[in-house]
Nanobody, 121 residues
Framework: QVQLVESGGGLVQPGGSLRLSCAAS????????LGWFRQAPGKEREGVSS???????IYADSVKGRFTISRDNAENTVYLQMNNVKLEDTAVYYC???????????????WGQGTQVTVSS
């Protein structure tokens, strides 16, 4: 059974940093693309960043220069380093496994349960 478990969410002040982790079990991640999505209250889920099997990355314009996605295939884990966070980064963050690394939900087949990130002073 394939499972993704996110961790690292929490409360952070504007301008602060947070690192999210997503650990996979039941599946080796090295052949797959990995993505981070988020859903803010009252809004649709949106793509944040993705990394394909060749370590190519994509970022949403809203997080470019602030967030960094990385993967550790040996640890079967993908990370999202969030720096200089803003109030509008508040959301539930989800990781997902797919094939192409495209920034759309339909490109991903396995999803984690999500971790809450709240940016507040």
């Amino acid at each position: 059974q394939v499972q993704l478990v996110e961790s690292g969410g929490g409360l952070v002040q504007p301008g602060g940093s947070l690192r999210l982790s997503c650990a996979a079990s039941g599946l080796g991640l090295d052949l797959y693309a990995l993505g981070w999505f988020r859903q803010a209250p009252g809004k649709e889920r949106e793509g944040v960043s993705s990394i394909n099997r060749y370590y190519g990355t994509i970022y949403a314009d809203s997080v470019k220069g602030r967030f960094t996605i990385s993967r550790d295939n040996a640890e079967n884990t993908v990370y999202l380093q969030m720096n200089n966070v803003k109030l509008e980064d508040t959301a539930v963050y989800y990781c997902a496994v797919g094939f192409s690394g495209a920034m759309r939900e339909s490109a991903y087949v396995v999803w984690g349960q999500g971790t809450q990130v709240t940016v507040s002073s």
